[in-house]
């Protein structure tokens, strides 16, 4: 079955610092990587999508990588303020699944004045 | 913009009752997910519908059904609460459409509790 790693559940870093958050996966090849954010009580929205033949895609203040040989994508926030404090959801779509995504666990990030 | 909606927010019920969930979208998305929520295990997809009166298990489809009558509407059912069941339940939509982004837009979630 797919298996997505993310690589800590809770990242604390200093604002203005850039936060870098892990995604892995194992046993199939996506066709797309999706990454969301979460707040508390609230649901998962979405930020950014990287393709299978995409190595990066940047918004704003974001940045996303996606490395088919590591199977592995990081996630970026640079110049990070404690408004970006929240829950990070990598999610991952395989070609053949009706739209179905599979989602890891999530790394809570805070970001401290 | 994308409107997902939830039936309640918060719901309290009791042990053995059937429940009922219910999630609207308003831009005619084909796709529709209903996940929980629990601390520590992440979002667990239960089910999904890829069109009205079409579904699909997704991971943890014990204790479960759903229905999809028309195409904005998915219900989620639960036969007989039990305990295990306590959890936020959300509810999300996506076009799907080749090649493209396919972003899932989620509700604002039900927290039940069955006591």
């Known amino acids: 079955s797919q298996k997505i790693e993310q690589n800590s559940e809770a990242l604390n870093i200093q604002e203005g610092k850039t936060a870098t958050l892990t995604c892995n996966y194992t046993?199939?090849?996506?066709?797309?990587l999706q990454w969301y954010r979460q707040d508390p009580g609230r649901g998962p929205v979405f930020l950014l999508l990287?393709?299978?033949?995409?190595k990066e895609k940047r918004k704003e203040r974001l940045k996303v990588t996606f490395d088919t040989t590591l199977k592995q994508s990081l996630f970026h926030i640079t110049a990070s303020q404690p408004a970006d404090s929240a829950t990070y959801l990598c999610?991952?779509?395989?070609?053949?699944?009706?739209?179905?995504?599979?989602f890891g666990r999530g790394t809570q990030l805070t970001v401290w004045p | 913009d994308v409107k997902v909606t939830q039936s309640s927010r918060y719901l309290v019920k009791r042990t053995g009752e059937k429940v009922f969930l219910e999630c609207v979208q308003d831009?005619?998305?084909?796709?529709m997910f209903w996940y929980r929520q629990d601390p520590g295990l992440g979002l667990r997809l239960i089910y999904f519908?890829?069109?009205?009166?079409?579904?699909e298990k997704g991971d943890i489809p014990e204790g479960y059904s759903v229905s999809r009558e028309k195409k904005e509407r998915f219900s989620l059912i639960l036969e007989s609460a039990s305990t295990n069941q306590t959890s936020m339940y959300l509810c999300?939509?996506?076009?799907?459409?080749?090649?493209?982004?396919?972003?899932?837009?989620f509700g604002p979630g039900t927290r039940l509790t069955v006591l």
């Open positions: 999610a991952l779509r395989r070609g053949s699944t009706l739209g179905r995504l599979y």
């Open positions: 990287i393709r299978e033949n995409e």
């Open positions: 999300a939509s996506s076009l799907f459409v080749i090649g493209g982004d396919n972003e899932q837009f």
């Open positions: 519908s890829y069109d009205v009166k079409m579904k």
């Open positions: 046993n199939y090849s996506p066709a797309y």
């Open positions: 831009m005619d998305h084909e796709n």
